[in-house]
């Protein structure tokens, strides 16, 4: 599967699959150490997964992940380093989905959206959980 990133340096800060992206079977985007795994699967017909759960662990953790898929519309994100410089900005459309990594990220509404965003709990409120950063563009 072609494994899409926005990186700078070493720092991964997004993986992308696109709506169009080909596997077989089910694999995995994420570094295995990643906090928060992003996959794909692509079954035929009549495949049956195993049936399985998944066992209860204490895991710390000490980044915060956050999975942005695309249902409706066009939106794009901007990525800035932690010194606010510019890094990309990339465009997802309808069945595009995004693990959103490292640094800072702005997200604007190109046309009407309906998205999906996954993230690790629990939720502390915007206080806690997000920093808000001023950009000299914004």
């Known amino acids: 599967m072609y494994k899409e990133k926005i990186e700078k340096e070493g720092t991964v800060y997004a993986y992308i699959i696109r709506a169009n ?3 077989e079977g089910s694999r995995f985007v994420t570094d295995p150490n ?9 079954w035929p017909k009549g495949h049956i997964e195993m049936p399985h759960k998944h066992r209860k662990m204490n895991k710390v953790i000490k980044e915060v992940h956050e999975v942005l898929g695309v249902v409706k519309g066009i939106i794009e994100v901007d990525f800035y380093d932690d010194n606010k410089n510019k890094i990309n900005t990339t465009s997802l459309s309808v069945g595009d989905t995004m693990l959103l990594a490292e640094g800072i990220h702005r997200i604007r509404i190109i046309e009407d959206a309906k ?7 629990p939720y502390r409120g ?11 563009e914004w």
């Open 115 to 121: 998205g999906i965003k996954v993230k690790q709990g």
């Open 21 to 23: 992206d080909k596997i």
């Open 34 to 42: 990643d906090p928060l795994q992003l996959g794909m699967l692509s």
């Open 126 to 136: 915007i206080e806690q959980d997000k920093e808000i950063v001023n950009i000299e």
